[in-house]
């Protein structure tokens, strides 16, 4: 059974830094596109950063220059690293593995992270 688990979240003051990384068992991340999403109380969940299999990124507007997005395929992980919180980063941060073909969608349960003013 696919699972990926998240971890690094907590409470942190704006301007500070977490660490988010999401593991892998039963799948390899090797060939697919990770992602980190994030949901904020009344909103929809977006984009926040992905990386292919070959290393390119793209980041949402709001985190581009604060935040990076790092995999590592040997070990079936995806982090990101988060520097220079805001307030508005709070949110449930959730690692998304996806496939094209054959077609393959994972989730994480979500880490919260808090960013207080």
């Known amino acids: 059974q696919v699972q990926l688990v998240e971890s690094g979240g907590g409470l942190v003051q704006a301007g500070g830094s977490l660490r988010l990384s999401c593991a892998a068992s039963?799948?390899?991340?090797?060939?697919?596109?990770l992602g980190w999403y994030r949901q904020a109380p009344g909103k929809q969940r977006e984009l926040v950063a992905r990386?292919?299999?070959?290393?390119?990124?793209n980041y949402a507007d709001s985190v581009k220059g604060r935040f990076t997005i790092s995999r590592d395929n040997a070990k079936n992980t995806v982090d990101l690293q988060m520097n220079s919180l805001k307030p508005e980063d709070t949110a449930v941060y959730y690692c998304?593995?996806?496939?094209?073909?054959?077609?393959?969608?994972?989730w994480g349960q979500g880490t919260q992270v808090t960013v207080s003013s």
């Open positions: 990386i292919t299999s070959g290393g390119s990124t």
């Open positions: 998304n593995a996806y496939r094209n073909i054959p077609y393959y969608n994972a």
């Open positions: 039963g799948s390899t991340f090797s060939g697919k596109l």
